[in-house]
């Protein structure tokens, strides 16, 4: 196959060999997929293979179109990477890598790795090595993988921080500030709260705890050598006492902050005792005693909300603060002592038998706690409970114009043994252990006083009109017996409607009710000492003389009182009101002056008496004596006599009255009381002849009848007034 033939034959073989060529390479590009999306690989013209580290919705290899190979995240589920501990994964796109987290190092090998065999993260020093960003106010403090910041001993967050975070700023804690309770006028408190400014002044957080020994030192000083303090009102006093209470728990509880972790116990010489525990926030219980009381709560209490910071448990237990509580007032559960006692009761007389201990927390709001407070207060009297009486745990509450009282609500007593009381309360305050005597009202005793003392007065009332009325007995005994019952008259009506002392507290209504009820009640007395000195003229004098003028009666009747009653509320206005009763306050011996005057005129009346008697004995053995004259002398001392056992009996029991232990003299004062009017009125009224017919003749008048016998009656009646006025005025017609 040579020549041009050959050669042409060649050419047309390479020609359909590079055909051939040209066609295969056509069909595979024909072959492979132009769709296939990025991070992919064509398979084949109909799929494609996703790149490792990414996946398609139908897996690796995938024949749609639409279909895309997204990025695998390795250190997600359902099978993340296991890095080790203190290590993250961190995806790429197409990967992953491992490095120590946020607070940790390597300690060898790069900082990137694959698998927790090449792991040798540790805990990085953040505070050491100058990484951290707390704020100059605070303290660097390393954790395990991260930091806090603590404020530095003395100092708390400002408002809006929170200590031991990243961000924490801390300032220096102040002593809080404390002012004078406004309308207060005292030279002692003026001089205590200076102290207090000055201690303000040179307080410095390192000098704590010197702070609150002063402190309590200067309470201390305050109460025992209270001064002034002495004289302020009730209300005033307890004013104090409230200030006090809460200044002294709000100051403690910013101190204790500013104290190292711990337990502090102070004790003054006035035997004032604070005790308190600082330490870092947890559970279970924490317990604060001491020799006056110990308290039991839950940890969990004492954080304040949103505090991060140590938490402080402290109890300020004082037995002087009783000066201040003295004679306050008990909020009572009416209801529930009325089932107790199936009887209203109107209050009570309560009397301190602890100290008046103060618990304070650093949580602020204690008025209504997630659990129970248990206390445990020494008793440091051992009363004899007597009937209306018992033990009851109490707390000073603020009435929230400044003022206290004590009160029970959300207090209960748990037991008692070995000189102490158990208590719980859902709340915390200022608390104490008192002695409730209850005052229960006898519906009976009260229906009684009331009706009887109406009658009295009605009957009292009946004897003034007839003494001024009726003109055949007028006389300077019948000026006597006016008088005294005019003083009974007013007496009994200011009893009547200003006795109770309702509100518990004496003011200047309850005082002038005593001052009056005193001064008529020693006027009675005076009034009735007279009759004994008209007796005296009239049978031991032997009818000498007419007795004393009516001027001199008055003058002794209304002066002898007035200058007792003047010189006893100059030398101790306090001794007019009490708690429950306007009357004499028993305290220093004043009821003294009453019961020494009323004593002296019953005893120098009984003599005067017995005087008379024997007198009148002898004047009855004369050979000649005169019989119709000593009949009515005699008369009139039995009737004195009876007037005297009447009043001085009512009074012995009338005494009891305003501190009742026994309802049987209650019982008895009642009866008698009521029925001094009515005795009063058949004694010189209605058994007194004279005035009877006088009676007979006013019930004729008003029945429009007239009788003849009127002017027989009236004849005899006017010469027998006339021939008593001869022999003597006073004479009365019994």
């Known amino acids: ?46 799929a494609c293979r996703c790149a490792p580290g990414f996946i398609s919705f139908s897996g690796e290899i995938f024949t749609n179109p639409l279909e895309s190979c997204d990025d695998i995240n390795e250190c997600g589920p359902p099978s993340p990477v296991d890095c080790g501990s203190s290590a993250d994964c961190q995806n790429t796109e197409g990967g992953y890598y491992c490095m120590c987290s946020p607070g940790y190092e390597p300690v060898s090998g790069p900082a990137v790795f694959q698998n927790e065999s090449e792991n040798t993260c540790r ?45 924490t700023i801390c300032e220096e804690i102040s002593f809080p500030a404390w002012m004078a309770p406004p309308g207060i006028k005292s030279q002692r408190l003026s001089a205590f709260f200076e102290r207090v400014q000055k201690m303000s002044r040179d307080f410095k957080p390192a000098t704590a705890k010197k702070s609150m020994q002063d402190l309590v030192g200067s309470v201390d000083d305050l109460l025992k050598n209270s001064g002034d303090l002495e004289s302020l009102g009730q209300s005033s006093r307890h004013i104090t006492a409230t200030h006090l209470l809460s200044g002294l728990e709000e100051t403690l509880r910013t101190l204790a902050r500013a104290i190292p972790k711990g337990s502090f116990t102070y004790r003054s010489d006035d035997d004032t005792e604070l005790s308190l525990v600082v330490q870092e926030q947890g559970k279970g219980n924490v317990t604060v005693g001491q020799s006056h009381a110990r308290i039991l709560l839950d940890w969990a209490v004492a954080a304040a909300a949103g505090e991060s910071g140590p938490s402080v448990v402290g109890i300020l237990s004082s037995l002087n603060m009783k000066k201040l509580l003295a004679n306050a007032s008990l909020k009572l559960d009416l209801e529930k002592l009325k089932e107790t006692y ?75 043994g070995n000189g102490s009381i158990t208590c719980q309360c859902s709340h915390l305050s200022s608390f104490a252990i008192l002695m409730a005597h209850y005052d229960v009202e006898d519906p009976k005793l009260a229906l009684i006083t009331k009706v009887g003392l109406a009658l009295s007065l009605a009957c009292l009332l009946l004897c003034i009109l007839t003494f001024l009325l009726v ?74 003389g007419q007795g004393l003028r009516k001027l001199w009666l008055c003058l002794i009747g209304y002066g002898v009182p007035l200058i007792i009653v003047g010189i006893s509320a100059g030398a101790y206005s306090k001794g007019y009101g009490r708690e429950k009763f306007c009357w004499l306050n028993f305290e220093g011996g004043f009821l003294w002056s009453f019961v020494g005057p009323v004593t002296f005129i019953v005893l120098g009346n009984a003599i005067i008496f017995v005087i008379t008697v024997w007198k009148l004995t002898q004047k009855f053995s004369e050979i000649n004596p005169d019989i119709k004259k000593l009949k009515k ?37 009642s009866i008698l009381n009521c029925l ?26 008003v029945a429009g009848n007239r009788y003849s016998e009127f002017a027989t009656t009236t004849s005899a009646s006017g010469s027998s007034h006339n021939q008593t006025q001869a022999l003597r005025p006073s004479e009365s017609g019994m």
Not at 157 to 167: L, R, S, V, W
């Open 1 to 46: 196959m040579g020549g041009p033939h050959g050669g042409l034959f060649l050419l047309f073989h390479v020609l359909c060999f590079l055909l051939t060529l040209s066609e295969v390479g056509s069909q595979n590009s024909k072959a492979c997929a132009l769709w296939c999306p990025p991070n992919s690989s064509c398979v084949n013209g109909t």
């Open 123 to 167: 805990d990085k020093d953040e505070c050491s090595s100058g990484e951290h960003r707390c704020h100059n106010s605070t303290i660097c403090v390393n954790t395990v993988g991260s930091y806090t910041c603590h404020c530095h001993q003395g100092w708390v967050p400002k408002p809006g921080f929170q200590d031991k975070q990243m961000i």
């Open 342 to 416: 199936e009887s209203p009761v109107r209050g009570a007389k309560v009397t301190l038998l602890s100290a008046v201990s103060s618990v304070f927390l650093s949580n602020p709001n204690t008025e209504k706690l997630d659990s129970n407070v248990s206390f445990a207060f020494t008793l440091h009297e051992q009363p004899e409970l007597k009937p209306r009486q018992e033990l009851i745990c109490a707390f000073w509450k603020n009435d929230g114009n400044g003022n206290g009282s004590w009160a029970t609500s959300g207090c209960w007593r748990m037991g008692s």
């Open 471 to 544: 003109r055949p007995i007028q006389g300077s005994r019948t000026t006597v017996h006016l008088h005294l019952c005019i003083c009974l008259f007013v007496g009994s009506a200011i009893f009547l409607a200003g006795i109770e002392n309702e509100g518990g507290e004496v003011g200047t209504r309850c005082r002038l009710v005593a001052v009056l009820l005193h001064y008529c009640f020693l006027a009675a007395f005076c009034w009735m000492s007279l009759e004994g000195v008209e007796l005296y003229f009239l049978v031991v004098r032997v009818f000498q």
């Open 633 to 669: 002398v005699r008369v009139l001392t039995i009737t004195a006599i009876a007037q005297l056992f009447v009043l001085g009996c009512t009074w012995v029991f009338g005494l009891l009255l305003f501190d009742p232990e026994s309802w049987v003299l209650s019982y008895i004062f």
């Open 676 to 701: 001094q009017g009515f005795f009063l009125f058949v004694l010189y009224c209605l058994l007194n002849k004279k005035v009877r017919e006088e009676y007979r003749k006013w019930a004729c008048m």
